[in-house]
């Protein structure tokens, strides 16, 4: 959070900061076992980080960002981003964040505060990719996750008539959806982005029930013939089953395929 921020706005949330629950409603706070995909998410707050490298157990955050949104409303509520402070990073080539740059004296502290009062307020955790962003939570500066996520690659399904891969990144639906693309690998610009698309999407409610549908890992059933069915399908050759394509879906997305699938194994939560 720089001083600039402040000034334009973004965070004068932050006043008040003492009691943030005056601003919050009651009725979209629940706790994560209250959730269920017969009540439609109200609030999500879509996360990114940009980190040191790829290593959770080595490399380290250094910027946060996140984006409240009201899928009703299909609106921005609020917003927030800050660097975290690191002695190095291997990653400035690719999210071009110097590491000094992250020393310098700013309130990164009240912005972790924040941001635990925005994931308060939120039903689910949304991430392009949750599986690489929620392994830094509860480690160094930021805080645990406390509510359940929900990925836009691998737990929703994107219409067809968008042309996307099965896997797009986030400047391949930013695209698909007519959103200008400006800069990439700094968190609160790939936060916006989805926001964005969230804002565009009509049938957002639909695609977030598909979304939180149990799935289970099932390997397709495909010669090598016919192993571009499964890529098209979106399944992975060899990740995370070795020798076979390989992927997550619910009982209503296998009755869909051209092929035959089996399970590899148990069924696996439900989103991400």
Same mark, same amino acid.
């Given at each position: 959070?720089?001083?600039?921020?402040?000034?334009?706005?973004?965070?004068?949330?932050?006043?008040?900061?003492?009691?943030p629950?005056?601003?919050?409603?009651?009725?979209?706070?629940?706790?994560?076992?209250?959730?269920?995909?017969?009540?439609?998410?109200?609030?999500?707050?879509?996360?990114?980080?940009?980190?040191?490298?790829?290593?959770?157990? /080595?490399?380290?955050?250094?910027?946060?960002?996140?984006?409240?949104?009201?899928?009703?409303?299909?609106?921005?509520?609020?917003?927030?981003?800050?660097?975290?402070?690191?002695?190095?990073?291997?990653?400035?080539?690719?999210?071009?964040?110097?590491?000094?740059?992250? +020393?310098?004296?700013?309130?990164?502290?009240d912005?972790?505060?924040?941001?635990? $009062?925005?994931?308060?307020?939120?039903?689910?955790?949304?991430?392009?990719?949750?599986?690489?962003?929620?392994?830094?939570?509860?480690?160094?500066?930021?805080?645990?996750?406390?509510?359940?996520w929900?990925c836009?690659?691998?737990?929703?399904?994107?219409?067809?008539?968008?042309?996307?891969?099965?896997?797009?990144?986030?400047?391949?639906?930013?695209?698909?959806?007519?959103?200008?693309?400006?800069s990439? $690998? +700094?968190?609160l610009?790939?936060?916006?982005?989805?926001?964005?698309?969230?804002?565009?999407?009509?049938?957002?409610?639909?695609?977030?029930?598909?979304?939180?549908?149990?799935?289970?890992?099932?390997?397709?059933?495909?010669?090598?013939?016919? /192993? $571009?069915?499964?890529?098209?399908?979106?399944?992975?050759?060899?990740?995370?089953?070795?020798?076979?394509?390989? /992927? +997550?879906?619910?009982?209503?997305?296998?009755?869909e395929?051209?092929?035959?699938?089996?399970?590899?194994?148990?069924?696996?939560?439900?989103?991400?």
């Amino acid at each position: 959070m720089t001083d600039s921020a402040l000034e334009s706005g973004q965070l004068d949330l932050l006043q008040g900061f003492q009691s943030p629950s005056h601003h919050l409603r009651p009725s979209e706070q629940p706790a994560i076992s209250e959730l269920s995909p017969e009540v439609p998410p109200s609030r999500l707050l879509i996360v990114d980080t940009e980190t040191t490298g790829l290593d959770a157990d /080595r490399d380290q955050c250094l910027e946060l960002g996140a984006i409240l949104f009201s899928v009703p409303h299909r609106q921005v509520l609020a917003q927030m981003s800050c660097l975290l402070p690191v002695d190095h990073n291997p990653a400035e080539s690719i999210n071009r964040i110097p590491a000094e740059v992250s +020393r310098v004296d700013q309130p990164w502290g009240d912005g972790l505060a924040w941001f635990e $009062h925005l994931m308060e307020s939120a039903d689910y955790l949304v991430a392009h990719n949750a599986a690489f962003d929620r392994q830094w939570f509860g480690r160094g500066a930021l805080p645990e996750a406390k509510r359940p996520w929900l990925c836009t690659l691998e737990d929703i399904r994107w219409p067809e008539a968008r042309n996307l891969r099965a896997r797009p990144s986030v400047i391949d639906l930013a695209l698909a959806y007519g959103i200008p693309v400006w800069s990439a $690998h +700094r968190a609160l610009t790939d936060c916006t982005y989805l926001a964005e698309v969230f804002q565009r999407c009509d049938d957002l409610e639909l695609l977030i029930a598909h979304a939180l549908e149990p799935r289970r890992l099932v390997r397709a059933q495909v010669s090598y013939d016919q /192993r $571009h069915l499964a890529k098209e399908a979106g399944f992975r050759w060899n990740e995370p089953v070795k020798g076979a394509w390989a /992927r +997550r879906l619910s009982e209503r997305e296998e009755r869909e395929l051209p092929f035959t699938v089996v399970p590899v194994d148990a069924v696996l939560p439900q989103a991400s």
